[in-house]
Nanobody, 114 residues
């Protein structure tokens, strides 16, 4: 069985920080480019950041300079450190391969409000 479990979401004030974690129970994790995605109400799911097996990263323009993606292949985990959060960052955040596999986890809700 394969699983994607996101955690770390919550309520944060604008300008604050939050760290998201993803635990992936997938045998091919270390061979896969991984990424974080988000979906806000009324919007399509979008790619936020991705990281290759060798550690190369790519970020969406909207989060560049504020978010940092990292991975630990030994633990099959992916993290997303989010700083200087804005109202437009509010969404449900998901982790997955890039391109995505055929399944998704439950996601974790990030709310940005004062």
């Amino acid at each position: 069985q394969v699983r994607l479990v996101e955690s770390g979401g919550g309520l944060v004030q604008p300008g604050g920080s939050l760290s998201l974690s993803c635990a992936a129970s997938v045998s091919i994790f270390s061979r896969s480019t991984m990424g974080w995605y988000r979906q806000a109400p009324g919007k399509e799911r979008e790619s936020v950041a991705r990281i290759t097996t060798s550690g190369k990263t790519v970020y969406a323009d909207s989060v560049k300079g504020r978010f940092t993606i990292s991975r630990n292949n030994a633990k099959n985990t992916v993290t997303l450190q989010m700083n200087s959060l804005k109202h437009e960052d509010a969404a449900v955040y998901y982790c997955n391969a890039a391109p995505s596999w055929d399944f998704w986890g439950q996601g974790t809700q990030v709310t940005v409000s004062s």
